[in-house]
């Protein structure tokens, strides 16, 4: 009964390779997001989907290609990666897209390492 | 420049101490939320404030936003080693859409 799940939970790959991460809601929430998680714990959002439609897109470089093919899931494409991409990444849904006071709930993560 | 300043970085006590951690803006935020981190999981929402002055209590957990409402403050009572993890703030400013989250408080409870 997961709420939030996303696979795989670890990547280990090489630079320049191209990977997806998965992510599926079965909260029946109408907004998804990926954050990105540094060394140093910071935790900054990178995109948001509402109903399948994007309405957040932070300073990330276009290697980066998020797909909601339905409003339970929001994959994330990565071309080219590099050394810096390595981090955890985080998927989260709230149930809808005002960020005032809505619960996002996270998944588990997705700890990338680029060697 | 980060938005959201929490102190301290790090914080290990003994079971049974009180502390307090802090989230400071110079910006003004529509709503504030706490977050807890355990390793090796995504952070689960303990408390959001969105009234000036306004105080919340979760069981030993005391939360308050800045009558400003440009910082809030995490106490917590008797500490138990299950309060270990990282305790992060996220503010959400008037007419955005997205979370701003501070770097957080490393919590260390140690028995």
């Known amino acids: 009964d997961t709420a939030v799940s996303q696979t795989p939970k670890y990547l280990v790959t090489q630079m320049g390779n191209d990977k997806s991460i998965k992510c599926e809601q079965n909260l029946g929430h109408d907004t998804m997001y990926w954050y990105k998680q540094d060394s140093k714990k910071f935790l900054k959002i990178m995109f948001s989907?509402?109903?399948?439609?994007?309405?957040i897109n932070e300073t990330v470089p276009n290697r980066f290609s998020p797909k909601s093919p339905d409003k339970a899931h929001l994959n994330l494409h990565i071309n080219s990666l590099e050394l810096g991409d390595s981090a955890v990444y985080f998927c989260?849904?709230?149930?809808?897209?005002?960020?005032?006071?809505?619960?996002?709930?996270f998944g588990p993560g997705t700890r990338l390492l680029v060697l | 420049t980060q938005l959201l300043e929490q102190s301290p970085q790090f914080l290990s006590i003994q079971e049974g101490e009180n502390l307090t951690v802090y989230c400071n803006s110079s910006?003004?935020?529509?709503?504030l939320q706490w977050y807890r981190q355990e390793p090796g999981e995504g952070p689960v929402l303990l408390v959001t404030?969105?009234?000036?002055?306004e105080v919340k209590k979760l069981k030993r957990l005391t939360f308050q936003f800045g009558d400003a409402r440009k910082d809030s403050s995490l106490h917590i009572t008797a500490a138990q080693t299950g309060d270990t993890g990282l305790y992060l703030c996220a503010g959400a400013q008037g007419g955005s859409e997205k979370l701003v989250f501070g770097k957080g408080t490393k919590l260390t409870v140690n028995p």
């Open positions: 404030v969105v009234t000036g002055g």
């Open positions: 989907y509402n109903n399948k439609e994007l309405i």
């Open positions: 989260a849904s709230s149930r809808f897209r005002s960020s005032l006071s809505e619960t996002q709930y």
């Open positions: 910006s003004v935020f529509s709503s």
